[in-house]
């Protein structure tokens, strides 16, 4: 496969004629010491059974790959030179393996000494089995409900999604997609069994060309699930294919669940959902409606929203809330001594709550608790938000009108109290930040940066090893891979050296470290690449300079999720006006052109199109690492009538763009596109 590098086995690994029984395949990312330990255990598992061992690693910066070497000399490993995913890469072993049954196994998991030749013996003992996995236990030691599994129909997914699997688990109604009604300790016939440990027959997959009785095979893995729901679109066509897949308690391993992906940000909560998504569109479409998948659709939008939230309610996200919740609550109290009545424990339980989660929820989406700056203009903005909302819902709901001048108030109030925990300097020292330097820097530069008290600089990253020998910092691997380097090596604050960056390629990097709670800067190395040298000048006197002062910030997908949806909602209210004049100016109009980007609505609303981006075909396509797609409306449309242009001035508008979008930007190019002329 393009950009992988396949290492040489060991003298004797993988080219001995003896036939082989098993053929351990293990997919590692980032995990080096879990994956030292399951080698460990893999091999006294093995003991005297025709096996090998295939490691292959989706690009760690963890020093898996040479770990491997020094230690395991033996395993067959594939080392990639990019993260292929957990079905690309387990097909990339599948390919290169002979054993005559295939172990798919995770690198977090320990297995017992007689895990191998328990699942070698119970397969040859049941040729019907395709495939056949074991207890799974938590590192805890209770049992993990994934070991077995059943296919996520629309109704065994309404169970789930509704928390009714959790609250009557030994229901054979309910508890249907664990299979919790079925003693552990029993063996069974299931469904689908967890990608973690996999026993799976070689000929369930290829097929047999020797026996026409035997059953087809199911083929490898779909690498379109770059990771989760690859084990249930796998179990799936294994019993499409005829056989049978088996569960038993006979042996255990244990999982360290999530490992290599725990540090991650709302990527892998995305991708997990959307695995379901896609396994319901591929095999289940055609037996169900389609309104299953669009409920099926709203579950996994709600289950996202409610775990992004679980992610930002935490640390200064929590004490806002309380803190707002106290100001609403005493301002309430207050008021009702003053005027001699009492409120009712709506305003206390109810009210009091909701403004303090729609001001915390508004400070969040536009990215408030992403930085450690104060940014009290994003707090205003919630608070104006959350004033706005409830003001608003007193209209309407005439129990909740006598609170009308308490969330009035509230407003300056809260203002003062959340502006003073984020202005008011803490009593202690500032610890240390572990500091990442990205780029080159003299040997000079990180002596002056050493003896910051705040940094203790513990790596650098650099491009195609371009990385200064004489320097006394540890090499962390390539700054491609920054995302996965801050995670691993618990970076807290990375400087980026502008002498060997361009601005362009640090806003590219910056990227990477998007939801990762992480401080950047910029050495002034007295040159700028992309902005104006008045802009460094000004700043110039201190030795490092706050990243996003120099480049501009970054926007979360929430906040852009959030301003392409209100967007959509007012398209999809113009519309019909804007469709019925072009109906009458006529084909060739304006208005028909306009009618043509508000009838896109549905798409940006269902998230298939933004609202701005570029056109394709435009002859200008911005580089990928600026994370723009096609869209409604184009961002050289800033720029006024559509007349040809340099294609440095429309370069300068993108760059523009990505380092200023905000909602209000957008809605600007949106009316100044939908306003020009024809």
Known sequence: MTGNQPLPPAAGAGTSYEPLKVSVIIVNYNVRDLLRQALRSVERSLADIPAEIIVIDNNSVDGSVSMLGEEFPQVVVIANRSNVGFSAANNQG???????????????????????????????????????????????????LESRRSFPTPEIAFYRMTGLSRIFPRSRIFGRYNLTFLPQSEVAKVDALSGS??????????????????????????????????DLDLCY?????????????????????????KKGDLKYVRLFHSAMVRFARKHLSED??????????????????????????????????????GVVAALGLFRSIQTGTQFPPLFYWGLSPLFALITVGMIAALGGYRVRKPRLGLVFLGLVTAVTSLATLSFFVKQVAFSRAVVMASLPACLLVLSAVRLIPGTHQRPRRRTLVVGNLSDADILAVQQMPQHTLVGVATHDGAYNVSSTLPHFGDYDQL????????????????????????????QQLAGLPVQTHIVDAGQDHMIGKTSIEKLGKQPLLEAEEVIGALRSYTARRVSDIMAALAGAVIHPVVWLAARMAGPRSRWMRRSERTGQWRAVLQGQRPLIGFHEGSGFTPPAEWQLQPGVFAVSEMLGPSIRRPTEEIEQAYWYYVRNQSAILDWFIAIRALRAPA
């Open 288 to 325: 169900y409606p389609k309104a299953f998948l669009w409920v099926l659709h709203l579950a996994v939008v709600v289950r996202g929203i409610a775990t992004a939230l679980g992610n930002v309610l935490r640390h200064a996200a929590v004490r806002d809330w309380m803190l707002c919740i």
């Open 94 to 144: 599948i390919r290169v393996a002979s054993g005559e049954y295939l172990f798919i196994l995770n690198p977090d998991t320990i297995v017992e000494e007689d895990t191998i030749s328990v699942l070698t013996n119970f397969m040859d003992a049941h040729p019907d089995a395709g495939a056949m996995g074991c207890r799974i236990l938590n590192p805890d030691g209770t049992f993990a």
């Open 237 to 261: 066509r294994i019993q499409k294919a005829g056989w049978a897949i088996y569960y038993t308690p006979e042996t255990q391993i244990i999982h360290y669940k999530g490992e290599s992906t």
């Open 197 to 230: 440990c996999m026993f799976v027959r070689s000929t369930a997959l290829t097929g047999s060309t020797n026996n026409k009785t035997v059953p087809g095979g199911a083929g490898l893995f779909d690498e379109k699930f770059f990771m989760y729901g690859e």
């Open 483 to 510: 995302g996965d380097i801050v995670r691993v090596h618990d970076i807290e604050s990375v400087i980026f050296a502008s002498a060997s960056l361009t601005n362009k390629k640090i806003f590219a990097l910056m």
